[in-house]
């Protein structure tokens, strides 16, 4: 009997606006508690609503990114419920008329095939404070300053079936959003939150079978593995002849399980109204256009583009434009060294491993993408060999020296001159008597190991083909 | 100059641009008539009186419109680190870091803040008896109520305890206890004033409005407290003009709607009779009076003890005892401390208006309470749209009744909910209207006219009520106190 | 005809967070039963295809603010009334079970 399982993802993004959604606090992370926060954000009474022009004009870029349909006339809707860190025990929120809706992702199916996941609605609200729970306390203190964040919510339709779609999703996701530079989208800091729902069928089964909710994912990976445990569990309960139990629970990423979350919930009755507080919002043409105007090159088209003009293969294409400043530095390399794939090849592979290794950003990383070219150059001029231009690379990128100047203060230019290599490669030869019978009986090791004995002598400097060529040469005789 | 007490703010802004007066000496007459009469009446809730140890300070700056002037602010508007209560137990000790902005234009234009008027708690009431301090008293009648919310702020007018005062309207909250003081005030078109610093009852119908002793101070006050405000969404961009000018003793041509549905049943002969004359008075002086009909009023009531309760149960969902004033400190956790805070420091009144609020709002009865009810205000103001085609205002009755004793329907929430017939209208289609004095009972209470205008049209409303009151003498009589 | 029950009335006042004793209970069941049987009247308007006004004035449309900062409060001045403080910090009773 096969299961089916289903799955919508609900992404919550803090827009990377100046300050608040509907006041001008601050939005800047970290700060001393409660230090950016007004009447307004702390919904002290008599304190007003006012909304921020750039967060709704992010929310459109966003809308268009995702290829929604934007509504005529936006209007926002107080969404009730008591807690701690809603200062008015309400949030602004939109409930039945949002900022978009039917919209699409694609993705990349298990299979191979293109998959197109419907974007339900992407809406605009604010966030609320931070809560925290000292250990061991009877009390619970809190933070107002993210209160009053803005926040896009982006829901799917339940359309992933595997938890392998829904980190493809959340990838592709999120390099749109960071293309569109309206959102730090960083998981840790809390800038972009995932929750989930899954339930599970069985194949060819028409009715959605009961639907649990996933929180506390905070990352993309912890994603993946809760909807993983959480689908075996249910196809396991389902299996045993237990009902599923239509409740929210919790990631836990200690011991990779999901509990349920042990709260009385009420019925949610959020008692959603139109906000009184604030006037409707037309969205004219005018609006739309000039958000679609500013819309950068998003990744789907930036790797058909790099496919045509630069000849790179799919996969390289995919990598290269999967994160925006990948891309642009990608990009600023090949407008001054006229071989692309090199570029791409070096970028891909040595340059990501560092920034992997060093957890860091192609923007915090200090090799500009003017000096790689530069020393892609190098290589292709004979300068340095490839083994030596990676030691160069290493350094380049801890300390931002221009590798010319690398190789002048080391010393690293490489030997070509073929007299001076003709002199080592003799030398060589008178030495290694056994290794020469070795190669003139046809082994071909010995060749290598001889051109290893000339590395070694000219402390690697020595250029490669010029002394494989050379030695042949002095071996032939 | 004694007796400064009793000047209208005009009259004393003459006086002291003509340098015949100090404007120091306003305030202290003003203060030694509180501390006088405020035992009897009860009207404050707060009095500021001057630092008097600091050394007098020179020659005062007399550049403001209201330089010198007392102005009582009902305690529902935030004044930054004084005491602003709603005349609630839940609001106890609560002091706003900030200033509402009609509070920051009135220090602008010189005003002495001369204290917070006493209100019926969170503005829910006609009659200032569900304020946690005790009911405020109507200063022609101390066993009578002084109308409400703003009971405090028009028995203070009335009673010469303040020269001008401030108050809120969310369904006849400043017109009808005017009318049951004797004094003059006005509720101006929504969008017209800032709420930025008004605690909000109901959020799409409160507006902050003057109360004074006649028009012109009315128009004085306007003048100062309208204007855009970038800190209050739905306030309107639309230049202030000098209402003053609006001031002319002169009716002719213009035409004055009367609504067949507001001389019904219920309507107190006296009441009637004082606002027929009135109108009649100002046929007399040259306008045109047009019979007209406003269908839909019957049902006012209902669509706004559906939309303001609503309003007022998510806006007052933030008294919880987590940020602010009074907290439960018996709680076991979290819920229990909100449940032990809201449930002591709510009256009982605040407590029935959420319920019904929530209630109307509740999964399964929004369709067919708070739906509803909105689709009914269309209907309103859609009637309104109509009869301003055939006439410039519109002249009613304020309250069916004069003052009634304090107890007397408070064991009858819908009854004193009825009473507010005739001025919750104006709040559910957003139109100005202005109660001014226009006789007395045979009891010799107030007797208040109604007069409503065309959105911004309150250049028309003063017109109309500074003729007939320059043509009577009703704003100059005072009660014997 | 019935308006409200006791029932409903004490889910109401959970949803509201406020508790009713049982005098209390039984009071606002009634008033609150008389208020709703009045407010039915607005039953005999039919009003099918009537649009709803949430704001009186509705030519006001598009309010914004710039994307300025501006002054906030201080800590001292956001927590100068709370009725429980630790450091910076607002205090709560702890919420008894996880949201």
Redo the contacts between chains.
Sequence with gaps: MNYETVIGLEVHLQLSTKTKAFCGCSTAFGQRPNSQTCPVCLGFPGSLPVLNEEAFYYSIKVALALNCKIQDLIKFDRKNYYYPDLPKNFQISQYDMPLSYDGFVDITAKDKTRKRITVKRVHLEEDAGKLMHPAGESYSLVDYNRAGMPLLEIVTDPDLNSPYEAYDYLVRLKSILEYLKVSDCDMEKGSLRCDANISVRKAKEKVLGTKVELKNMNTFKGVRAALEYEAKRQVSCVKDGEKIVQETRLWDVERQVTVPMRSKEEAKDYRYFPEPDLVPFVVDKAIIDKARDSLPELPEARADRFRESYGLSEYDSNVLTGQVDIAEYFEKCAKLYNNPKTAANWVMGDIMAWLNEKNVSIMEMKMTAGSLADLLKMIDNGTLSGKMAKDVLSEAMETGKAPQDIVKDKGLSQISDEAQIEEVVKRVIALEAKTVIDYKAGKKAALAFLVGRVMKDTKGKANPSVVNAILIKNLGQ | MDKLHSYTAHALMKMIDKEALDPSTIRSDVLDRIERLDGKIKAFVLVNRPDTSAPASGKQDTSGRLSGIPVLIKDNICVKDEYTTCSSRILEGFRPPYDATVVKKLRCEGAVLIGKANMDEFAFGSSCETSCYGPTRNPWALDRIPGGSSGGSAAAVAGDCTIMALGSDTGGSIRQPASLCGVVGLKPTYGRVSRYGLIAFASSLDQIGPITKDVEDSALLLGVIAGHDEMDSTSVDMPVPDYTKALVKDVKGLSIGVPKEYFVKGLDKDVEECVRGAIEKLKGLGARIVGISLPHTEYAVSAYYIIGPAEASSNLARFDGVQYAFRDRDSRDLIDMYIKTRSKGFGNEAKRRILLGTYCLSSGYYDAYYLKALKVRTRIKEDFDKAFGSCDVIITPTSPTPAFRIGEKSGDPLGMYLSDVYTIPANLAGLPAISIPCGFSKEGLPIGLQILGRHFGEETIFRTAYTFEQNTDFHRKRPAL | MKF?DKD??KH?????????DDKELDA?SS??A???S????????D?TN????????AT???????????R????E????????R??????????????
Excluded: C, M, W
């Design positions: 409200i409903t009335v109401v006042a959970l949803l509201s967070r406020l508790r009713l606002y008033q609150l008389s208020i709703l009045y407010i039915d009247k607005l039953n005999e308007l009003t009537v649009q709803p006004t949430s704001h009186a004035i006001l449309k598009n309010v914004y603010r710039k994307d300025v900062p501006r906030s409060l201080s800590p001045e956001a927590l100068k009334n709370a009725p429980a630790e450091g910076d910090l607002f205090k709560v009773p702890q919420v008894i079970e996880g949201k």
